[in-house]
């Protein structure tokens, strides 16, 4: 008999209208197209996509399936056919970032296969079930609830529902948040509400920050913050098994339960009563400021409806709230130079008093004030700084390695504190902070150059939604002594700073796969301009 591609019988169900997962109910052939290796390459004639119908696959998929266990049925779909791997090629480990699993997920790049498929998501997600159950050290009875957020990214829904059946087929049941924030989603590991089912054992945000449109990637929380390296690692290993083992499996059903949750109204009303508590419980402590968002088509959007207008806020002017995937108006990142000049522009040309820009998944974020100064890097360390060693004076703080000596010297100078480096990445300097406290030695904020920034008070969460709720707090403080005072309370605070050379990150890249390099990390180089 003439060989069977497999990837063209997958192709035929991808055609249809259901999601590409080994277990879709409607399509039971189809994980026919990852059983490759018990399959032979027959010569001959391929089956092609015009010889036969998807109705015809699907109603005789038992005899392909048990054919293609004989080794009858080959996987001889030309290179060209897809950027997808298959089972055999999957390298789960390079899929790790550091505390965060990232990889390509939407074809059409040059040099960027995808690896980062539906059937990847799915494994995954019933490794994080796995590893978590076993660190909350329950049996295999106990059915866990894992929230499962996105951001805007184009292959967010597909990977939602990968996630989702990869959880639901382990018996465990799933919280979908939809479009959500990275901080909303440890929120809800402790956040205690019974009737949106928080909260939650554990958490997964589909993102890739300000990464291009055709990746995407996973971050992973509890209710003790987000995993470390070490667990993305162990949660990897445990699924390049599973998806080892998916190979030889038929069907499973759905067993977990998959329940619909509006959190990031929960989260959003959670930083609104922030406010008003800091302005002695008053309605709308920002009546009168004007105050522009640029969510960068991401998920920081809900700020302007949901945070700023409740408070009384002015937000005409805002942009780009509408998420989209594709990022038409500039990268969703506050450090990148095109996105700090659209904030900027915006603040100027609406006479606004203060300017908010977030990244795509609201972790991180900047400002600019009614002058258009920027309010970032270095002088967002200051103004945060300042901030918080009023309320915890001599506190100790930590900031990546690369921030700059005029900071020290403000912080232990002029504010009276402690600045404590450490190496770069923000897990990194949010887990010092912790250390630090277990010692005995009080730090209470912890925050890089790049934006992340969490405090002790805020359960160590990297969340720049709440970073700039401490800048409107200090706002509407100051607004119940004096109505008409602007952002330059805010300016004011990081007045003495002394200001650096402006240092330009320039990342390069690297053949990992060089003899001389030995598979090592990727390079950053920096110099100073």
């Known amino acids: 008999m003439a060989a069977l591609s497999a990837k063209v019988i997958q192709n035929a169900f991808l055609a249809q209208d259901g999601p590409r997962t080994r277990h879709n109910p409607r399509y039971t052939c189809d994980f026919c197209a990852l059983n490759t290796r018990s399959m032979h390459s027959v010569q001959g004639c391929r089956l092609s996509l015009a010889d036969t119908s998807a109705k015809w696959l699907n109603t005789t998929s038992t005899a392909w399936i048990s054919f293609g266990k004989q080794g009858n049925i080959s996987c001889n779909a030309t290179q060209g056919a897809s950027d997808v791997l298959s089972i055999d090629k999957v390298d789960f480990l390079k899929l790790q970032n550091g505390s965060d699993i990232r990889g390509v997920a939407i074809a059409g790049v040059e040099g960027e296969p995808v690896n980062l498929t539906e059937l990847v998501a799915e494994a995954i997600a019933t490794a994080f079930a796995a590893w978590l159950l076993n660190k909350k050290k329950a049996d295999g009875l106990r059915r866990l609830r894992i929230s499962v957020g996105h951001d805007s990214r184009i292959s967010a829904h597909k990977l939602q529902n990968a996630i989702t059946h990869g959880i639901t087929a382990a018996g465990h049941d799933v919280l979908q948040f939809g479009l959500a924030s990275t901080p909303a989603m440890f929120n809800s590991t402790l956040t205690e509400d019974a009737i949106n089912h928080c909260p939650a054992d554990g958490g997964i945000m589909i993102t890739a920050s300000h990464l291009p449109y055709n990746r995407n990637g996973f971050k992973f929380f509890t209710s003790d913050g987000g995993l470390n390296k070490t667990d993305i690692k162990d949660i990897l290993e445990r699924a390049s098994k599973v998806y080892e083992e998916s190979a ?30 800091s302005a002695g419980n008053k309605e709308k402590p920002l009546e009168g400021l004007h105050i522009v968002v640029d969510a960068g088509n991401g998920a920081g959007g809900f700020f302007v409806d949901k945070v700023l207008k409740p408070l009384g806020a002015v937000t005409d002017g805002s942009q780009f709230l509408e998420p989209d995937g594709l990022f038409p108006n500039h990268i969703p990142n506050p450090e990148d130079k095109a996105a700090m000049e659209a904030i900027t522009q915006a603040v100027l040309n609406n006479k606004a008093d203060l300017g908010i820009i977030f990244d795509t998944d609201v972790d991180r974020s900047a400002a600019v004030d009614s002058s258009g100064r920027e309010l970032n890097r270095n002088r967002l360390i200051a103004l945060m700084s300042a901030i918080v060693l009023e309320e915890h004076p001599g506190t100790t703080v930590v900031t990546d390695s690369v921030t700059s000596d005029g900071l020290t010297a403000f912080i232990e100078k002029k504010l009276g504190g402690k600045h404590h480096r450490f190496k770069r990445g923000y897990k990194n300097v949010i887990d010092e902070a912790i250390r630090l406290n277990s010692t005995g030695e009080e730090s209470h904020l912890a925050m890089e150059t790049s934006g992340h920034g969490a405090l002790k008070e805020n359960h160590w969460l990297d969340d720049g939604a709440y970073t700039m709720v401490k800048l409107l707090n200090k706002l509407a403080g100051a607004r119940t002594l004096n109505p008409n005072i602007g952002s330059k309370v805010l300016t004011d605070l990081v007045e003495g700073l002394e200001e650096a050379a402006v240092t330009v990150e320039i990342r390069l890249k690297i053949d990992q796969n060089h003899a001389d390099l030995k598979g090592g990390p990727s390079v950053t180089m920096e110099s100073q301009s």
Do not use: F
């Open 248 to 277: 030889h499996c038929g069907k499973q059903e759905q067993t977990g339960v998959v329940t619909h949750v509006d959190y990031m109204s929960i989260y959003a009303s959670d930083l609104v009563q922030a406010v008003r508590k």
